[in-house]
């Protein structure tokens, strides 16, 4: 059972409300205008930044979502001050996650049309864990496998029919890498060996934990 299975509703409300207190500090320090949304979604717990007219709050997303990464560790780390607690919270900022996993769908549908259409593997460029996640996701739906390889910040996703279906040597099972890019959301910053060692000792009490999802179920993988 995941760590969001295990808290109850009233638990990730809390989260969210904690969440919500500490943007809305940090807004007050920026002088930023802006509103905060809180929701629940797939067991986790959403706070969103909106507002209408007011740029400033774009420079809460930065450089491919840099800014908002941040934003979410803090607050993340807010939330477990208060309740002793790893969170799995999700900030977002201005429907940043809503574009971009838009703009991860058209990328993945282009690759599983390449994928067919030739019957080669397809290589995706190099993707944090987030849009990792997501690629696996979409890829599932459309009956396609996928795979990551590499080294972060090099790490990358492989689209591929399910006939290519033989892993190389080397070759990250799906399975282990939807756990590794579960994980490097929630822990970033851990090394390859550390995260290696935490997905065997996590995975023995906490199988089939999945990430959170703007739209849908998101972070399924491509079995």
């Given at each position: 059972?995941?760590?969001?299975?295990?808290?109850?509703?009233?638990?990730?409300?809390?989260?969210?409300?904690?969440?919500?207190?500490?943007?809305?500090?940090?807004?007050?320090?920026?002088?930023?205008?802006?509103?905060?949304?809180?929701?629940?979604?797939?067991?986790?717990?959403?706070?969103?930044?909106?507002?209408?007219?007011?740029?400033?709050?774009k420079n809460l997303i930065g450089k491919n979502?840099?800014?908002?990464?941040?934003?979410?560790?803090?607050?993340?780390?807010?939330?477990?001050?208060?309740?002793?607690?790893?969170?799995?919270?999700?900030?977002?900022?201005?429907?940043?996650?809503?574009?971009?996993?838009?703009?991860?769908?058209?990328?993945?549908?282009?690759?599983?049309?390449?994928?067919?259409?030739s019957g080669d593997a397809v290589d995706l460029?190099?993707?944090?864990?987030f849009e990792r996640k997501v690629i696996h996701?979409?890829?599932?739906?459309?009956?396609?496998?996928?795979?990551?390889?590499?080294?972060?910040?090099?790490?990358?996703?492989?689209?591929?029919?399910?006939?290519?279906?033989?892993?190389?040597?080397?070759?990250?099972?799906?399975?282990?890498?939807?756990?590794?890019?579960?994980?490097?959301?929630?822990?970033?910053?851990?090394?390859?060996?550390?995260?290696?060692?935490?997905?065997?000792?996590?995975?023995?009490?906490?199988?089939?934990?999945?990430?959170?999802?703007?739209?849908?179920?998101?972070?399924?993988?491509?079995?």
């Amino acid at each position: 059972m995941s760590q969001s299975e295990d808290k109850t509703m009233d638990q990730l409300n809390e989260e969210a409300d904690i969440a919500a207190d500490y943007l809305e500090g940090l807004l007050d320090i920026a002088d930023y205008d802006g509103d905060i949304e809180m929701g629940i979604r797939n067991d986790r717990p959403l706070v969103q930044i909106v507002a209408d007219d007011n740029a400033d709050i774009k420079n809460l997303i930065g450089k491919n979502g840099n800014v908002v990464d941040a934003l979410q560790q803090l607050t993340r780390l807010a939330v477990q001050q208060k309740t002793g607690e790893r969170s799995r919270l999700i900030v977002d900022v201005d429907g940043y996650l809503k574009r971009k996993r838009q703009h991860l769908r058209d990328l993945a549908m282009d690759a599983i049309e390449d994928a067919r259409e030739s019957g080669d593997a397809v290589d995706l460029d190099p993707m944090n864990s987030f849009e990792r996640k997501v690629i696996h996701d979409i890829v599932r739906e459309e009956g396609l496998k996928s795979r990551s390889h590499g080294e972060e910040p090099h790490r990358y996703v492989t689209v591929y029919e399910r006939k290519n279906d033989e892993a190389e040597d080397g070759e990250i099972s799906t399975e282990q890498d939807v756990e590794e890019d579960e994980l490097e959301q929630n822990e970033p910053g851990l090394s390859r060996s550390k995260k290696e060692s935490a997905i065997d000792d996590e995975s023995n009490s906490q199988q089939g934990e999945s990430a959170f999802d703007v739209e849908d179920s998101e972070d399924s993988d491509s079995e």
